[in-house]
């Protein structure tokens, strides 16, 4: 049950629900998906030169980090109400 629906009065009732489109977040998975793919790359070189350069494993952490975070508002609903 939706916020929405628990806060209707008497006699009220919904009429139309939408749904977010998926063209609408398609610029977060975009971003999300370069920061993780970058973040990657660092993190494995960061790994594979770990004596002289750990700087690229933290930026590399710290760019996936990111990446998850832009995919947040991929997961909050929308109640649009008129």
Known sequence: MS???KNLTAGEMVVYRTRLHWISVLWSVIFAAIFVI???LFAILGLSDMKSNSDSL??????IVFAALLGIP???PLQISA
Request: aromatic share 14%; proline share 0%; net charge neutral.
């Open 38 to 40: 970058v973040g990657l």
């Open 58 to 63: 933290i930026i590399g952490m710290s760019l």
């Open 3 to 5: 916020y929405v629906d």
């Open 74 to 76: 991929l997961k909050w």
